[in-house]
């Protein structure tokens, strides 16, 4: 374990600071879609001493089904493994909470969240082409390539 992670605290939070919003605004730039699911899902951040520098949230999507529809770590702090810490520890309390299959969905261009998803266990299990085509006004562009769908990817917990 590295020392950031064994100094980072996990816990589950209600309140919405501007610090927190931040993070929700690096993984989805729609502050729209974001308040669409704000209050229906939980909201776990990983603190440092006073800082929220990482978070993710889950939300019951169907009966036995959770998915991860928002995950960020802080520009300074990523790349040392806390989005994996984050991601694991989605994983661990969708098991607790008896979900079958854990989701995330994530950009034809996003290419290293791809390769994070896949290296915890998500199998791509599908494809929504056009997505955010159809859900954001603005043309978005990741590693210089134009974000057009979304790939669904999914995570097996029994
Ligand atoms: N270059 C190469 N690989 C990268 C990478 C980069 N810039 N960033 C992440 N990765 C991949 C690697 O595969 C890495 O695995 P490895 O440690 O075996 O090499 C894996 O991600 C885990 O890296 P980690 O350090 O745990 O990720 P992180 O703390 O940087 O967090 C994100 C990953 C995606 C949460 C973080 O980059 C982030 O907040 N990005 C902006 C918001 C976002 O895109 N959210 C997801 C929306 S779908």
Known sequence: MSKLIEQVVISQTAEISDDLYELLLLADPSSKMINSYLDRGLIFIASLKHDIIGEYILLKTRPNILEVVNIAVREDYQQQG???FLLN???ERARLAGAERLEIGTANSSLFQLALYQKLGFRIVGIDKNYFLRHYNKPLYENKIQCFDMIR?????V
Do not use: F, N, P
């Open 82 to 84: 806390l989005g994996k």
């Open 89 to 91: 520890d989605a994983i």
């Open 153 to 157: 990817l999914s995570k097996k917990l």
